[in-house]
């Protein structure tokens, strides 16, 4: 009857072999990989992948909103997120509705 430690010795053999085996395929399937990106011309983008680069740059890329209240007086816009600007307040404490300054 073969005994725990000879399993656990059994297991670890088997598992080098498998990763020995895992790395030569590896090696195999990159240069299959490669050939055929270089035979068909294609780029990462055409893979779908981005560079970290690109993809954080695109992340922090943001449209700018359109103004959506304009002060008559001055022309200054808010778009109405956010604070409410200083004559956006002083228009609506005296009594006027924020509709009349849509654009």
């Given at each position: 009857?073969?005994?725990?430690?000879?399993?656990?010795?059994?297991?670890?053999?088997?598992?080098?072999?498998a990763e020995e085996l895992r790395k030569r395929e590896l090696a195999e399937i990159i240069a299959d990989v490669k050939q055929k990106i270089a035979a068909y011309g294609l780029s990462a983008a055409d893979l779908g992948f981005q560079s970290s680069r690109e993809s954080a740059a695109?992340?922090?890329?943001?449209?700018?909103?359109?103004?959506?209240?304009?002060?008559?007086?001055t022309g200054e816009t808010w778009v109405g997120r956010g604070a409410t600007p200083k004559w956006m307040r002083a228009y609506i404490e005296a009594g006027r509705n924020k509709d009349e300054f849509l654009i």
């Open positions: 009857m073969t005994t725990y430690a000879e399993l656990q010795q059994k297991i670890a053999e088997l598992q080098s072999q695109s992340q922090k890329t943001k449209t700018a909103l359109k103004a959506k209240y304009r002060d008559p007086a």
